[in-house]
């Protein structure tokens, strides 16, 4: 079993670590940090709070991942999904509800790990994780409008319809030097891998633009002018009061955090472990998560998570253990508390650009139109999804979008299970060689349930099984292919079995599994129908029908 808590630095030093690796572990974390850099400002600028917030996320909890996590390369820090959810929380509770919902959310998953949910959180359905992954990447975009085009609006109305009525109400005021700035950072964020790939596209976009705006003089917002002077300091952590009724009042944004965390940073594990060939211990990394969204949310940072593209990015470089994302989050250190002050200088409209890259990147359109050629039920929670993630809020979306991905999912299952009849076959084209040529005598019938026996087929079972006729003395239900009985299936069928020996049927079941066997004996049902009468088999079922009937003729011509 995966060790609850063990993290991958620790294996790392154990099975020992040789000079060669801390060399590309240093050159790794340092590229790293560097594209952390525009990134972690843009996530905050876009998220509604300061850049310094971004980099205080990405220097405190990019260090306790790599320090603390179950992955080898894994990069923690802010990421673009959780801009549409930063936003809402500091628009409906302002900057200290976002703090709380940050660390209660921290604790959430601690707690996710502690009980070892890892592997669960990554039975999410895919259909769900793209619509609310594709809305989040058409709310970035929306939201970069403004500043991609250097529109006059004033505030913006916190709503999807609203927003975009306003901006395309005032699309006279666009700024064309903005503009062309933006659509400049768009393009060398794109291309400029194909030029090289040690430097980041949208650091040279970032300085480029810098530099366009101090010698051209020209007139565009800049996050100096919008949010004054960066603090070159990491602040004294606090802790802000906390009550029942916050934490109540807290609670939904929190988990939603939580479980867009969770699965953010299991996701980005994975395709890391496939990158180097390695293995995540997934609850190691959930605890970690916890812990560094607990950390940063001290600090006065935003929440965080595993981060796919820095991840990419440690991995192509030679980053093959937490050393890189500790020297990552040391250099983003440095930067801050020494050339900080320069970022002031960055165009508002530069970040716009890097950011409707990252929109892109994140809308998964493939994937999206993929789905919709697919299942109806797939289709249903794929737009259930995206349009309420678009149109409402995150946090309704999954919490609608997993509750109805669970019905559905009960749909099909009771749609797969089946409770039928079975009669002998005089060819061989049916797949079950012991019904074929079998003849039966009068007073026996067979039954077979198939698929799992819980609350969304019990009623079909106790229907069908309703329908046996009288003539019968001798039933056999063969479940050779139920794999799971629940509670309502254990209270139907031991009300099914009662009506049966109240009729005076003698019933038996065969091919029951261990697992469905072992619940059958915890609720009486074995002893009800006696151990004799539960066969491994059906050919078993059979020689004991015979043995009944002949000991019944003897009785009877005794």
């Not at 950072?185 to 291309?191: D, E, K, M, N």
């Not at 605890?287 to 998570?305: C, K």
Request: aromatic letters at 8%; a neutral charge.
């Amino acid at each position: 079993m995966e060790s609850l808590f063990l993290p991958k630095l620790v294996t790392v030093f154990r099975n020992g670590y040789t000079r060669d690796q801390f060399t590309r572990d240093l050159m790794a974390g340092t590229i790293v940090g560097i594209v952390a850099l525009p990134l972690a400002i843009a996530f905050a600028i876009a998220s509604g709070v300061g850049p310094e917030k971004g980099l205080i996320t990405a220097v405190i909890a990019g260090f306790l991942i790599s320090l603390l996590g179950g992955s080898r390369v894994q990069i923690g820090g802010p990421t673009g999904a959780f801009v549409v959810i930063v936003a809402g929380i500091i628009g409906n509770y302002g900057i200290d509800g976002l703090i709380i919902s940050t660390i209660m959310a921290g604790i959430i998953m601690i707690l996710f790990g502690v009980l070892r949910l890892g592997v669960i959180i990554r039975f999410v359905p895919y259909p769900l994780t793209v619509g609310f992954t594709s809305g989040i990447a058409v709310l970035i975009f929306t939201s970069q409008i403004r500043d991609f085009f250097g529109l006059q609006t004033g505030d913006l109305p916190a709503d999807f319809i609203g927003k975009v009525g306003v901006m395309f109400s005032n699309f006279d005021s666009a700024n064309w030097a903005a503009l062309g700035i933006a659509f400049m950072s768009v393009l060398i964020t794109v291309f400029w891998g194909k030029i090289s790939n040690k430097v980041p596209g949208s650091l040279i976009a970032l300085i480029l633009s810098v530099v366009l705006v101090a010698v051209f003089g020209f007139n565009v917002e800049t996050i100096g002018s919008r949010f004054g002077e960066i603090s070159g300091s990491i602040p004294a952590p606090s802790l802000p009061g906390f009550d029942m009724d916050l934490i109540i009042k807290h609670i939904g944004p929190a988990f939603t955090i939580a479980m867009l965390g969770s699965i953010e940073s299991l996701l980005s594990a994975v395709v890391a472990d496939g990158m180097i060939g390695g293995r995540h211990r997934s609850n190691t990394e959930l605890i970690a998560q916890g812990i560094a969204n607990v950390g940063s949310g001290l600090f006065g940072g935003i929440p965080a998570t595993g981060a796919i593209a820095r991840t990419a990015t440690n991995v192509k470089n030679g980053g093959r253990t937490p050393v890189a994302g500790i020297v990552h989050a040391v250099v983003l250190l440095f930067i801050m508390l020494f050339a900080g002050k320069w970022a002031t200088f960055i165009p508002l409209s530069c970040l716009a650009g890097i950011l409707v890259v990252v929109a892109y990147n994140m809308s998964e359109w493939r994937s999206f139109v993929a789905i919709l050629k697919g299942s109806r039920y797939d289709i249903l929670v794929l737009l259930t999804a995206f349009f309420l993630t678009v149109i409402v809020d995150l946090t309704v979306a999954i919490q609608i979008g997993m509750v109805l991905a669970a019905l559905l999912f009960m749909k099909r299952m009771a749609d797969v299970g089946e409770v039928k009849p079975l009669v002998s076959y005089p060819t061989e084209e049916y797949d079950d060689a012991a019904m074929v040529g079998l003849k039966l005598p009068d007073n026996v019938d067979v039954f077979e349930i198939s698929g799992p026996m819980f609350f969304g087929v019990a009623n079909k079972f106790k229907e069908v099984m309703h329908n046996i006729e009288d003539h019968a003395d001798i039933i056999i239900i063969r479940m050779r292919n139920v794999p799971m009985i629940d509670a309502t299936g254990i209270h139907n069928f031991n009300s099914m079995l009662h009506t049966f020996i109240h009729k005076r049927k003698h019933v038996m079941l065969s091919g029951v599994n261990e697992s469905v066997l072992g619940e059958l004996k915890r609720h009486g049902i074995v002893a009800l129908l006696g151990e004799e009468n539960v066969c491994a088999t059906f050919d078993e079922a059979l020689i004991k029908v015979r043995e009944f009937q002949e000991l019944d003729l003897s009785v009877k011509a005794g």
